[in-house]
């Protein structure tokens, strides 16, 4: 289908042009944006085209040997399938603090909505810039067209392909930081600058607001500060892995712990070990315990607190849940809820069934004292997945009184897939009356829950197989081999 699709794209993306569905996700206590859902073989075919040109990108940027800008770096990893080089968050926040030793004043900035300011004619005039980038800009410029509603500005968060041309979009910028002599570091939208004195740190910092300027964007005032080389090192506080003062913090320690783990590395189960070891000399319970304790958490320390639940044993891990489950603390937690959410579902099926039990309540007091919380549409898309753990009488009621409530069609489609897993026969029955009238991400999804009816939807599947697009025919055959390993459909 990607090929057919990539030999009459013209056509295709007028016959079935993609589907994206906005839905709202938290930025701290009080801050909120817009996450866009693309449908999946349109997102596909996006992250197909970026990648295909994606070399010649990475040509073009500031080199990684420069130690100047750390975000997506891209090298394909054939045997992983990994697109991004290692160097990351945690290599920009050590070279900052190299470079601040030398430096006696530092500026921190960041770029204010990065993402959905992003002029499409800025990254279109770069795409073409490219060695040889034949028609994949123009076919990118239609999908990002597409995307944001004929809006001429904005990319989708949080996927690669969007990552990739974010980091080319900023690279003239870079270019002229650069040209002029300044040392800087960046990390995606995140700045710092080094500098001998106050005049200096004044002048860059108006030299990027101009640059910056140019290119539509602005800094974010409440995150831009000149600091001294001795403050800034007291903030970020990352000190060597290997340190072993007496006052290193765990909460310090922890940030050098790098928690990704691939279970499907040929060394995973020493690597796992390693991780276990690592962790286990820090007291996470502890962090969490400081952080709830806080008005305000630091977000970056407690999401790699939870992060680390993972790797401790079993009557930790249940400990640890129990207490960000807890209601009052996870209003603290409102930052990092969907952390929250994600460990809660991760580890469900290890536990005890007593603390299933005690989380299943937890989760459905929830709903039933209407959290705030609940009122933000991406923590209930990791919501829904923490329930999705278990069939309850309760569990049921909250999704199918979620979904009379809500016209988010990722919301719904999320539901109709999650009650057909739990072969709730009379709902999915139910909602089949209702197919004509659904989104096109809903209508895929009861094309799987379909399954879930025997001889009732296998009649319905003749029935409407007609009318099916040859996306929706790819959907049922995937669904009917599936069904045969007893296996549940992902959410």
């Given at each position: 289908m990607l090929i057919k699709t990539h030999q009459d794209f013209d056509s295709e993306i007028i016959q079935r042009p993609p589907e994206t569905v906005l839905s709202l996700t938290q930025v701290g206590y009080t801050g909120f944006r817009w996450a866009t859902f693309i449908e999946p073989f349109w997102n596909a075919y996006y992250l197909a085209l970026v990648i295909s040109i994606a070399d010649q990108i990475e040509s073009q940027r500031i080199p990684e040997a420069s130690k100047t800008v750390f975000s997506y770096r891209f090298q394909w990893q054939e045997d992983t399938g990994k697109l991004f080089r290692d160097s990351g968050w945690s290599d920009f926040?050590?070279?900052?603090?190299?470079?601040?030793?030398t430096h006696p004043f530092v500026v921190q900035t960041d770029i204010a909505d990065y993402y959905p300011r992003i002029y499409h004619h800025r990254i279109e005039n770069a795409l073409a810039r490219l060695p040889s980038p034949g028609d994949i800009p123009k076919r990118i410029m239609k999908l990002l067209e597409s995307f944001s509603k004929n809006v001429s500005y904005g990319l989708p968060i949080g996927g690669p392909a969007s990552r990739i041309l974010a980091e080319l979009a900023l690279n003239g910028v870079d270019t002229l930081l650069t040209r002029k002599g300044i040392k800087f570091c960046r990390y995606a939208d995140d700045y710092a600058f080094f500098c001998q004195d106050k005049a200096e740190a004044y002048r860059t910092l108006v030299f990027l607001a101009e640059k910056l300027f140019n290119e539509g964007l602005v800094l974010q005032k409440k995150k831009t500060r000149i600091l001294e080389a001795?403050?800034?090192?007291?903030?970020?506080?990352?000190?060597?892995?290997?340190?072993?003062?007496?006052?290193?913090?765990?909460?310090?320690?922890?940030?050098?712990?790098?928690?990704?783990?691939?279970?499907?590395?040929p060394t995973a189960a020493e690597d796992y070990e390693h991780l276990k070891g690592a962790v286990n000399q820090i007291d996470i319970i502890g962090i969490l315990g400081r952080e709830i304790s806080k008005t305000n958490i630091?977000?970056?320390?407690?999401?790699?607190?939870?992060?680390?639940?993972?790797?401790?044993?079993?009557?930790?891990?249940?400990?640890?849940?129990?207490?960000?489950?807890?209601?009052?603390?996870?209003?603290?937690?409102?930052?990092?809820?969907?952390?929250?959410m994600r460990i809660t579902r991760k580890l469900y099926s290890d536990l005890s069934?007593?603390?299933?039990?005690?989380?299943?309540?937890?989760?459905?007091?929830?709903?039933?004292?209407?959290?705030?919380?609940?009122?933000?549409?991406?923590?209930?898309?990791?919501?829904i997945q923490a329930l999705s753990e278990n069939r309850t009488p309760l569990k049921e009621k909250i999704l199918a009184e979620m979904s009379d409530a809500t016209s988010n069609p990722f919301i719904r489609r999320m539901i109709i897939i999650c009650m057909s897993n739990w072969r709730r026969h009379d709902w999915v029955s139910d909602v089949k009356t209702k197919y004509d009238r659904m989104s096109t991400l809903e209508r895929r999804a009861f094309i799987l829950a379909s399954y879930s009816l025997g001889d009732e939807g296998s009649h319905w599947r003749k029935y409407m197989k007609k009318t099916w697009i040859e996306s929706e025919i790819l959907i049922r055959d995937w669904a009917g081999n599936r069904v045969q390993t007893d296996k549940g459909f992902p959410l």
């Open positions: 926040r050590r070279r900052c603090m190299e470079l601040s030793e001795s403050e800034f090192r007291e903030i970020s506080g990352l000190l060597d892995p290997a340190a072993t003062a007496t006052t290193t913090t765990d909460e310090q320690k922890l940030l050098n712990i790098s928690i990704r783990f691939d279970p499907y590395s630091d977000p970056v320390v407690t999401r790699q607190a939870i992060q680390a639940i993972q790797a401790l044993d079993k009557t930790k891990q249940e400990g640890a849940i129990l207490i960000l489950l807890d209601p009052e603390n996870l209003a603290t937690l409102a930052p990092v809820f969907a952390h929250v069934p007593t603390i299933q039990g005690r989380i299943d309540n937890a989760l459905c007091e929830l709903h039933e004292k209407k959290s705030p919380l609940l009122s933000v549409e991406v923590n209930q898309s990791y919501y």
